[in-house]
T-cell receptor, first 112, second 111 residues
Framework: ETGVTQSPTHLIKTRGQQVTLRCSSQSGHNTVSWYQQALGQGPQFIFQYYREEENGRGNFPPRFSGLQFPNYSSELNVNALELDDSALYLC???????????FGSGTRLTVV | GQNIDQPTEMTATEGAIVQINCTYQTSGFNGLFWYQQHAGEAPTFLSYNVLDGLEEKGRFSSFLSRSKGYSYLLLKELQMKDSASYLCAVILDNYGQNFVFGPGTRLSVLP
C-alpha cells in the first residue's frame, strides 16, 4: 500500500507567475484535501475534492484552484503568485467519510 | 470565526510525562484529532476523539471534554524522537471537510 506522494518537493517561483502542485492519493482513497502551512503555523484548509468535485473550500481567493482526476490524483493551481503564498502545501487523502486522513510530505513553495 | 489555541512551545525531559493542551471555539464539532509533525515531514495521525473521555494508545493518550471545548494529549515515557510539533485539529462537520488546525505546539525533549 503506497502512501500519499506529492511533487515537486521544493519549488521557487517569481511573484506573478503561476504554479501547479501535484498529489497522488493513497491507493483506494477517493477524497483529497489541500492545506497551506506557513512556517511555524498549523495547516490552513484550502479545499477538498470528492470524486472529482470540489465539496468544500476554506478562506482562500479564487486564484487557488484545483482538479481531481478519475484516478483520484489531484492538482493545486495557484495563479498570480504573491510573496505570502510562500509556504508548505500539504495534500491529504481519505476514503469516503472515514477520517483516516493520510498526509503527503508536502511541497515547499518559495515565491521571490 | 474558528479559534483553536495551543501553547507555542514546551520542553520536557527524556522519560518524563508531558501534557499538551488544546482549547477550541468552533462553529461546529464532529471530532478532534491530534497529529505529530517532525520538521519538514508530513503530519502523522496520533488520535481521534469524538466522545468525551480518555482514549489510550500505547504511550499516547488523548482526552476530550466537549462541554469545555478542551482536549489534551498526554505523552508518557518521553523519548528523544518525540521532539516534534503536535497539532490539534477539529472537524467542523460530518462531511469530513473544513478540517481546522491549531497553530501547533513545538515539543523539545531534552536528555
Amino acid at each position: 500500500e503506497t502512501g500519499v506522494t506529492q511533487s515537486p518537493t521544493h519549488l521557487i517561483k517569481t511573484r506573478g507567475q503561476q504554479v501547479t502542485l501535484r498529489c497522488s492519493s493513497q491507493s483506494g482513497h477517493n477524497t483529497v484535501s489541500w492545506y497551506q502551512q506557513a512556517l511555524g503555523q498549523g495547516p490552513q484548509f484550502i479545499f477538498q475534492y470528492y470524486r472529482e468535485e470540489e465539496n468544500g473550500r476554506g478562506n482562500f481567493p479564487p486564484r487557488f484552484s484545483g482538479l481531481q482526476f478519475p484516478n483520484y490524483s489531484s492538482e493545486l493551481n495557484v495563479n498570480a503568485l504573491e510573496l505570502d503564498d510562500s509556504a508548505l502545501y500539504l495534500c491529504a487523502s481519505s476514503l469516503e467519510a472515514s477520517y483516516g486522513y493520510t498526509f503527503g510530505s508536502g511541497t515547499r513553495l518559495t515565491v521571490v | 470565526g474558528q479559534n483553536i489555541d495551543q501553547p507555542t512551545e514546551m520542553t520536557a525531559t527524556e522519560g518524563a510525562i508531558v501534557q499538551i493542551n488544546c482549547t477550541y471555539q468552533t462553529s461546529g464539532f464532529n471530532g478532534l484529532f491530534w497529529y505529530q509533525q517532525h520538521a519538514g515531514e508530513a503530519p502523522t495521525f496520533l488520535s481521534y476523539n469524538v466522545l468525551d473521555g480518555l482514549e489510550e494508545k500505547g504511550r499516547f493518550s488523548s482526552f476530550l471534554s466537549r462541554s469545555k471545548g478542551y482536549s489534551y494529549l498526554l505523552l508518557k515515557e518521553l523519548q528523544m524522537k518525540d521532539s516534534a510539533s503536535y497539532l490539534c485539529a477539529v472537524i467542523l462537520d460530518n462531511y469530513g471537510q473544513n478540517f481546522v488546525f491549531g497553530p501547533g505546539t513545538r515539543l523539545s525533549v531534552l536528555p
